[in-house]
């Protein structure tokens, strides 16, 4: 298994464009994360899904972010506009049903800078 | 709610020397509790996991934690530093039922040569 598959792994953007950030999970997994880790905040969950379904959002900072998982191979987490403060590595993990007992698996992130 | 504390934010080791890194829990109901390493520019790798079986858990490369009910403390152990020990260390916590893990602020641990 190719593990948490994140792309890109560095993206520099101008402040009010649009980021897109992709995730695939491991296969089968039915639970997937994304993190935001920054030197103030430390790890912060933004969201997370099950089944496809987003079970809770109250990680998402405001309304310039917002997440879909179309299918189970697949999601995204978009900032729209963006601003210097989204400054951040953002990371993907997944679990199956169990993550209590088996903890996640992590992307190797996203590297976001917004100049 | 559950909360998982990470006493110093940084830890320098020699080579050699034993590691100890410390985690203090906050919940309410049993805890599930877990040690990442984070290398730089890469993701998080579990080290080891506490599930209520065996209070003392062995983990990947070398380290070990126990699970200590009375003191609410998982601190992490390694008999000997490597060099290649040099990373990030972050402490979770979930309980059953609930998927999310909640990350403590992590211990970045030096190794001196």
């Known amino acids: 298994d190719a593990g948490v598959i994140q792309s890109p792994r560095h993206e520099v953007t101008e402040m009010g464009q649009e980021v897109t950030l992709r995730c695939k999970p491991i296969?089968?997994?039915?639970?997937l994360f994304w993190y935001r880790q920054t030197m103030m905040r430390g790890l912060e969950l933004l969201i997370y899904?099950?089944?496809?379904?987003?079970?809770?959002d109250s990680g998402m900072p405001e309304d310039r972010f917002s997440a879909k998982m179309p299918n189970a191979s697949f999601s995204t987490l978009k900032i729209q506009p963006s601003e210097p403060r989204d400054s951040a590595v953002y990371f993907c993990?997944?679990?199956?049903?169990?993550?209590?007992?088996?903890?996640?698996?992590f992307g190797s992130g996203t590297r976001l800078t917004v100049v | 709610a559950q909360s998982v504390t990470q006493l110093g934010s940084h830890v320098s080791v020699s080579e050699g020397a034993l590691v100890l890194l410390r985690c203090n829990y906050s919940?309410?109901?049993?805890?599930?509790l877990f040690w990442y390493v984070q290398y730089p520019n890469q993701g998080l790798q579990l080290l080891l996991k506490?599930?209520?079986?065996?209070?003392l858990v062995k983990g990947i490369n070398g380290f070990e934690a126990e699970f200590k009910k009375s003191e609410t403390s998982f601190h992490l152990t390694k008999p000997s530093a490597h060099m290649s020990d040099a990373a990030e260390y972050f402490c979770?916590?979930?309980?059953?039922?609930?998927?999310?893990?909640?990350f403590g602020t992590g211990t970045r641990l030096t190794i001196i040569p």
């Open positions: 993990a997944s679990s199956d049903l169990g993550a209590h007992n088996y903890g996640y698996t």
């Open positions: 296969s089968g997994h039915d639970y």
């Open positions: 899904f099950n089944n496809n379904v987003p079970i809770d």
């Open positions: 919940s309410s109901v049993p805890p599930y």
């Open positions: 506490y599930t209520s079986a065996a209070t």
């Open positions: 979770a916590v979930s309980y059953f039922g609930n998927e999310k893990l909640t």
